[in-house]
């Protein structure tokens, strides 16, 4: 068995989830609420009730697919559904899903009657390796991602690499840029790993070794004093680029591909501003523009861009604030950016798709 | 200065909110809303500015008055405007206002970009007296009071009981309820000296030795495990009742007035089933009906009130708890009592009213 140790709770990699039906059984809930939209419903819960045959006896809530759909309107219709199964305190939510499902799902938990428990069994690989520890749940509010939310552990989180089976390389793609960073910000050997991992053989010791990264910095800043700012490395550039595609694109980024672009930026901004060489900036521009398929914004957007950036939460007294790297494997935070070096960020991705 | 301290913050109790200037600026918060209804819009926030007269930059929030309001649409509304107003994590929230305020306030304040420090300013008896300690922050759904919530600490209370000069009477009246309750469950001397109050000249001793007996007990058990559950006394049953006549009558029970009939019936609960003698629950009957006009309901809404005492928080497993008086000054808790009694209980008080 293989498990890590975050903020008071087991992080399981297991295959078969072999662990998860003594897990419940041991807690004696009175109930069991099962959050999964439509796409972990057909793919995703056959292996979850494989791994606990005993366990017959659950209410399924089903959401529709998809990020434009992490929103208050249906987490209210979670919660009536919730009400309407009668659950009580004692219940326990189990989010089978992907980083939709385990975000709004955890939101709803922590708020249902002042917060019941729940366990996080992350089905995509970017919400393996990034939504799985942190405690972070939420929701997106006008198009606001993640603007409305709570820090609450889960009582567990399950990891089989099985579910992703079902995933669409993209899917698996878009995770992967987490998995990169995590490389990026912390170890360099990983870093260098992941340049040869194809994406449909990805093996749960490097999603272990990707969570673990993560976990070690939040269990050095569990409340988010500092450090774990760094695991924002791309993504205050990426979040504005992701809301953008959101609202603008038939076919939006999904976010991993979105903080690719970020971590392009960002590793400019490392670059000009933080003692990055160009040497690895090249490193990392040519390893990211290889598995990414360029992505078109002209400087019309760029004050759009910014103004998201503003209503980011990392953003304090209205400057705008950044997680750049030293050298690869070794990341700073805290580093206050020009509007000015940002338009030339956005620029030097451009350059380089073109 | 008077002060009580309470789960890792001051309540402040001071006619002229003397010490809340300086606590902001110590802070110094990048942005201050404030938080008001109708009401305390034009009644407290002048008493607010006058207490606060070096801090003029502060954007104001405003909900309309009334529990049919503790919703999730003007809660919406206030996470809206919270963003319109660019509000950043190191922000401060005052809510200035009744138990509607403090309560949606807190919500939206502990959920708002996954949480920002509040200040609570108690502006009606009752949420001086209950809302002011324990971490309770709620909105209601579907006329189910409080589900959605959580358990947030305020960074600091201010009362002041110059704000109950503009509350109408039977506003205190209602608030009052939640006194004489604190006396019940725990000091029986404070149960004695309610009789005599005149409700316009309630001093403010009295409102500090009240809180000082709900924070006695939110000391014992900060997370709920137990004892907390006497501050329930009366909460079962008139939780539904409350709700009941909410969305039924045109002129709605308040809070206060519906637990008054809810400590009447679960006195009685606590006389047939806990060992109250007969003499104190005359008592006790014989106080509530000479300060709170009698309230009428048939014996054809008591499924429905039974309906939403299971619905209610302090439920598990399908039974329904209730805290029970041992004496008058002596609670106690998780007493799991029969729909038969119940119904008993609701008898009770009506033919008490005849
Ligand atoms: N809480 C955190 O710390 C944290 C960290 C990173 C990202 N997030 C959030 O996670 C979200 C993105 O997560 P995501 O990429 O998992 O998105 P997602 O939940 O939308 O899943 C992507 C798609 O894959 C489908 N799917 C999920 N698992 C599947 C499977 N095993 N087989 C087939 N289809 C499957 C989903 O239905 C969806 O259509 C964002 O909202 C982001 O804000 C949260
Ligand atoms: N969080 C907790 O622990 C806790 C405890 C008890 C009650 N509550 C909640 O509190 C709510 C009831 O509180 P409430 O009775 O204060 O209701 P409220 O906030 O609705 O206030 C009652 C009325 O008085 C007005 N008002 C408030 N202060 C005034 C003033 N100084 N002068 C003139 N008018 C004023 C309000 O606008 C409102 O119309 C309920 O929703 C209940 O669930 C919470
Ligand atoms: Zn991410
Ligand atoms: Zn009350």
């Known amino acids: 068995m293989q498990t890590l140790e975050s903020l008071g709770y087991t992080v399981f990699f297991e295959e078969n989830l072999s662990s998860l039906e003594d897990f419940i059984f041991q807690r004696q809930y009175s109930q069991i609420l099962i959050l999964v939209d439509r796409n972990t419903n057909d793919h995703c819960l056959p292996v979850l009730q494989a791994a606990m045959p005993s366990i017959t006896d659950y209410d399924i809530i089903e959401i529709d697919p998809g990020e434009e759909n992490k929103n208050i309107d249906f987490c209210i219709g979670v919660w009536k559904t919730m009400l309407d199964f009668g659950a009580d305190r004692k219940a326990l939510m189990i989010n089978l899903g992907g980083g939709v499902v385990t975000d709004m799902g955890g939101f709803a938990a922590s708020t249902f009657k002042r917060g019941i428990d729940f366990i996080q069994i992350p089905t995509t690989l970017l919400s393996q390796v990034d939504a799985s520890v942190g405690g972070k ?36 793609r878009s995770g992967f840029a987490e998995v990169i960073k995590h490389g990026l910000i912390q170890d360099r050997n990983f870093y260098e790993k992941c340049k040869d991992v194809e994406l449909d053989t990805i093996e749960t010791s490097m999603i272990k070794r990707s969570v673990e990264i993560k976990n070690d910095v939040i269990l050095k800043d569990p409340t988010e004093q500092g450090l774990r700012k760094i695991l924002n490395f791309g993504h205050t550039i990426g979040h504005a680029i992701e809301g953008y595609s959101l609202s603008n694109d038939r076919n939006p980024l999904l976010h991993g591909e979105a903080i690719a672009i970020g971590m392009i930026c960002e590793g400019f901004l490392s670059y000009k501003l933080n003692g990055l060489s160009e040497v690895e900036l090249e490193d990392l521009t040519t390893l990211f523009l290889a598995r990414y398929s360029p992505y078109t914004y002209t400087s019309d957007q760029y004050d759009g861009f910014i103004e998201i950036m503003k209503n980011d939460k990392k953003n304090e007294d209205n400057k705008i604030g950044f997680a750049l790297l030293k050298e690869i494997g070794n990341a700073e935070y805290n580093i206050y950016v020009d509007k000015n070096d940002i338009v030339e960020a956005l620029d030097y991705y451009l350059s380089k798709t073109k």
Do not use: M, Y
């Open 137 to 172: 749940t939420g929701i997106d509010l006008d198009n606001v991602k993640n603007i409305i939310g709570t820090f609450t552990q889960p009582q567990a989180v399950f990891i089989s690499a099985k579910f992703l089976a079902t995933l669409d390389e993209r899917q698996i």
